[in-house]
Structure formats: C-alpha cells, structure tokens
C-alpha cells in the first residue's frame, strides 16, 4: 500500500514567499538607516588622541614651561624629547608627531601643510588619519584639521548643508591652554551625541 506524502503546494509556496517580500520591504529601509557611521567613529576617535596628547604636552613643564612671558602652549622655546630639540612655531606640529604612531619617518610641519591641500597632510597615524598640524605662535585658537579616512578616499570634503552632508575632514580647536572644543555644526553634533556610532542621516 502506497504512503500519502504530505507537502506544501505550489499555491502555499508563493503565499509565504510573499509575505517574507512584504516583510522585507517593511525592514530593510530601517536596517539601513542605523548602519554604522565610520566616518564618524574615526572623528571621535581623533579627538580624543588629540585631547590626550595636547593635556600631556601642556603639562608637561620639560616641554611647556611656565615663563614670565608665555603660558601653555605659546612657549616656542626649546624644549627637548627623544634627545631631539623641538623650537619655534612648528614645535606643537612635531611633539605631537613625535607621540603618535605614524606611517611615515617624514613629518611635514610647514606652514602649507597646516590645512587639508594638494600638499598632503603633516603625517598620517597608523589608523589611516591624515592630520593636518596647525604652524603657529598660538597668539590666537590653533586649528588641527583631520582627514579620518585619508586624502586617497572621497569624499575629501568638510561638512556643508548644501555639497557635502557626510564629510570626511574635520576640525578641531585648541586654545593656548590646552582647552580644545569644535564649533562645527557636524563636529559638534558628533561629539555630542551616544547614539552608537549609528548614522540616522542621509
């Protein structure tokens, strides 16, 4: 005697496959949206570097000692690290090189290097950060420019509302003092947000 096999039909098969469809048209647009923000998390991350490396440099009297005429970060006297004398207005550029891991024995801390231009960055770090030292007296703000992802990868671009929503270089200031902050509309935002490293913008 001959088994009855049980089985879907043809008719149940496109039912369930239709409604995984509809099911996945509903979810995919919000998976999407929460992807990880890289760009971002490579900001944040250059932040805080920098925020770690300037506090231990001004306070560090070998480095940055306190003298009639300067406080912090605007004594461009001499000062020695690594048995290497470090003087004049690209002293901040080559102690911070001179503290990171970078790719490269060449630093660059000139004054044409100091924003992102064809010239290329004042070095590039480990993690692929092109970084752009300010050459300065610090008698106002220094600017550090980061590219987070390199000047070889698009979009190479700072944030504007209008040609560039998703940037990749940003800015971060630095008083005489050591006191950093951003006033950037997406450095600020960055910063101030927990939101997992998700980017809910387009």
């Known amino acids: 005697m001959l088994k009855k096999i ?97 790719t490269s024995a060449t630093i660059n801390c000139v004054a044409n290097r100091a924003v992102p231009t064809n010239a290329g960055p004042s070095f590039t770090t480990s993690d692929g950060i092109d970084w752009y030292m300010p050459i300065t007296s610090f008698r106002n703000d220094a600017v550090i420019y980061v590219d987070v992802n390199g000047r070889e990868k698009d979009p190479n671009c700072q944030y504007d509302a209008n040609t560039c929503k998703r940037p990749d270089i940003f800015q971060i200031k630095v008083k005489k003092d050591g006191k950093m902050y951003v006033d950037g509309t997406i450095e600020s935002k960055y910063l101030g947000s927990n939101d997992n490293l998700q980017d809910q913008d387009n």
């Open 6 to 102: 049980k089985a879907f039909t043809l008719a149940e098969v496109m039912v369930v496959l239709a409604v995984m469809g509809i099911l996945a048209a509903i979810m995919l647009p919000t998976i999407a949206g929460i992807r990880p923000n890289k760009n971002k998390a490579m900001f944040k991350k250059a932040y805080y570097i920098a925020e770690r490396l300037v506090f231990e440099m001004v306070n560090d009297e070998s480095l940055y000692p306190t003298t009639s005429d300067t406080v912090g970060l605007d004594n461009t006297y001499e000062a020695k690290l690594y048995d290497e004398t470090f003087k004049g207005t690209d002293k901040f550029c080559k102690l911070f090189a001179r503290k990171v891991n970078t």
